[in-house]
């Protein structure tokens, strides 16, 4: 989950360290099992949390909205909720609720939970096609999952842990609770792939030659560099640079940098985001302003290395951000055999930059300018460098968990609405006021949780949907987005066939919300769905808040997106109702500067998860709609995925 405030080399912030600018990049968080942690079977199965009645769905709520609302609004002291109360939530829910508040230690008495579980309103009547979704999308069974999840007992479902077994163990009984098949193939319910660890150790200087002489970089200071192979040794010997301004090709814009410039086994050195001006969708971020894709078509092109210039303006970020989280340790899926990659991907300050064209007899200022035109054509510079350095790799298993709701329709069940989730956390880090464990409520068991609540909302409607809906629960995402990446290159159904991905990472805990914060909004004609689903909720939909930081791109579905699939992913609304202007975001504020990516990320007593049983209802009306539609989403014309999609015909 990103939050609203942007770190982005630290898009892989986790495993770097602590803060949510990443933090020392000598001290990766060992979120791999260790050997003194516990075995699975002390871990599972907890009487009643792991083993607990199949019906998980929620309480019936009651009948009057105006009740429901007044309810939030004055919510009593825990000590105010009655014995009726207790119950209506229900005996076991009660012990298993108490016993996860022991487990969590998060200083609320069971009762302000049990108020919890029982008094968020659920607004579905006002839009469910039925009575299902009513009883099952509500705050007490989005609320259950999301404290089983993020449970103290699943040590903070790091890849590769003991608890993440559990995780794994959890959602797929959930699915076969709810009725789905396995959805991986072959009859099963986990997609297993490895995760690949790389710690490079980089020379503390780099001494780069040219025409006017030389001069040595210093590591850090002016720039950072990570492994672009996955080999133990890599050795670059007199590397030449060429300066190729944003680097981009982009057919729709009718743009290439390049113009057929030979640039194989060059050191490419790129200019961070796209050229100034309205082309490239404006100060919107497109794919090609992002650093990931400078690396990605230097390799294409058959470069050996690629240097990022970097400025604020042009990252977001200052210098202190990538210094701190890029480079040092990475993951990565194993690269295959035939993927085309550079030895070297690396960043250089504006001014480092600057000196090192100087030695070419150029000025940066100038080659600035002149790539923002169309005609730009790449610049050798003349200038060379040696850099050998090491690489320690190592291979952790995981898998996605993958559960499948055939479709009704005999033609149309061949195609397939994905909805994904990370479940994977940050597993087990440094202790903070004696917490070790990172339970990643927020990040995403509740996420999680709300697409397990979609899921038995769409399996238990009265007509089962058209199309079949496929429910990915996929791991490392807080490595790099790896569990979508696999899945998205390995999808259990033809790419192709996969007509749109809703993606839900994070959600709403501080209540209903007038407005709907939708990233990549534009993208696709989803959006017109999203709207219309919106507006009956009395809801706005509003686009994000910095169109500049590219977060479209930085969450599970863009993999999906870059397989051609039409996707939507959905922000936490922040105009909270019955709060004042700015109250949501400053909550969110807070929220990301205290919580984000802590081991205090925990279900606490002021969750409001109103909001979140309307986003739900919300994702559950979008796929039921995309799943019952006679022609599947698509891409606008313009949009830079829509080439992808149209290769499918
Ligand atoms: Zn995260």
Redesign the pocket.
Known sequence: ??PVEDRDPADRP?ERGLGPLGDNACQPRPFFPAPHQPDLDQLTPRQGLMDGPDDRRGEPVPADEDDRLEAVRRRPEPGAVGAGQLRHVGRWRTTRVRDTIRVVRIGISSLAILFLLDAVPSVAQTIAPGDTVATVITAASILEHTLALSDDSLQGRGPGSPGEKIAQRYLIREMESVGLEPGAGSDAWLQPFDLVRLTSSMPDSLRVTGGAGSLGLAYGTDWVAAAGRQAAHTAIEDAEIVFVGYGIVAPEEEWDDYKGADITGKILLFLNNDPAGDRFAGDTRLYYGRWTYKYEIAAEKGATGALVIHTTPSAGYPWQVVQSSFGGTEFELPAPPDEPRIDVRGWLTHEAASRLVELAGQDLDALEAAAQRSDFRPVPLEVTFDLAFTTELDTTPTANVIGRLPGSDPELRDTTVLYTAHYD??GIGQAVEGDSIYN?AR??ALGTATMLVIARALAELPERPSRSILFAAVGA??QGLLGSEHLALHPPVPACDLVANLNLDGGSIFGRSDDVRQIGRGKSDLDDLLDRFATEQGRTVLPEEFPDRGYFYRSDQFNLAKVGVPALYLHTGVDIRGRSEGWGAAREEEWVETL??QSSDEVTADWELGGQVEDAQLLFEVGHAVADAESPPAWRPSDEFAGIRAACE
């Open positions: 989950m990103l986790d956390h940050l990643g990040d995403n995402e807080e984000y990516h």
